[in-house]
């Protein structure tokens, strides 16, 4: 019988996988005692669906239809607004080119002002709006007070006090005098043109570029500063 049985063994079927996950998953479900009627054929699918498979997800190129930014077209009344700021450009091209910090996007930021204040055509060709709104915009921009000095030197020149008058103390005095008052008056109106904005002098970086993109080629609305130069103007 012995001999048999070892005939037995050594002629039994191969194993069954599927059998033996039926048998398995039958039982899972005994065990559970759920009023559920399962069939033991999803359980086993379900199980097979864990095993590695050939048929792998392979991601396929998707084609994102970007926005289309359509250019607005300016105004007549806008470009002779801007054709008064080159030409206000021009009249002080000497100032706007030796200083180490103006640039296009300053003189944008001017320009920004002009438009928020309402400021009619013949505003754009004063001298005085057009210092005031590019002190504000260094005061707004600028980490250093290197522009702001240029632009005060350049209104009302040096300063009294820092020049050598000899022996006319009295005349040194009352010059400084005078520099003084005059420098309080610059102040007082870029105070005055800063409340014409509703003290509203702040302007994202984006707006600023986008309105030096449509200046004109131009010795200063073109000027870049270099990266060093450029570290300096806030950007926030």
């Known amino acids: 019988m ?8 050594a002629t039994m079927n191969p194993v069954d996988n599927d059998a033996i996950m039926r048998v398995y998953a039958t039982q899972t479900l005994k065990k559970r005692r759920t009023s559920v009627d399962v069939d033991p054929s999803l359980m086993l699918a379900q ?3 864990m095993e590695p498979t050939a048929n792998y997800y392979k991601p396929q190129a998707v084609q994102v239809q ?5 250019a607005k077209e300016l105004s007549p009344a806008y ?11 021009d009249r002080h091209i000497g100032f706007l080119t030796s200083s180490i910090v103006v640039d296009k996007y300053l003189l944008s930021m001017v320009l920004i002002y002009f438009e928020r204040a309402r400021m009619k055509l013949i505003g754009y060709t004063k001298d ?14 600028e980490d250093t007070l290197d522009g702001l000095t240029e632009i005060i030197h350049y209104i009302l020149g040096q ?17 400084q005098r005078l520099w003084d008052q ?5 102040y007082q109106g870029k105070d005055a043109f800063w409340s014409r904005l509703g003290y509203q002098a702040y302007i994202r970086f984006d707006d600023i570029v986008a309105t030096s993109e449509r200046f004109p080629p131009h010795k200063v609305l073109s000027r ?13």
């Open 2 to 9: 012995s001999n048999n049985k070892r005939g037995a063994t």
């Open 47 to 49: 199980t097979k669906m």
């Open 66 to 70: 970007l926005p289309v930014v359509v």
């Open 79 to 89: 470009l002779e607004k801007l054709a008064a700021f080159q030409k206000m450009c």
């Open 128 to 141: 005085r709006y057009f210092f005031y709104a590019l002190f504000l915009a260094m005061e707004m921009e």
């Open 159 to 175: 300063a009294p006090c820092t020049l050598n008058y000899g022996d006319n103390r009295a005349e040194q005095i009352r010059d």
């Open 182 to 186: 005059r420098l309080a008056q610059f």
């Open 224 to 236: 870049t500063r270099t990266h060093k130069e450029l570290a300096t103007f806030s950007t926030y």
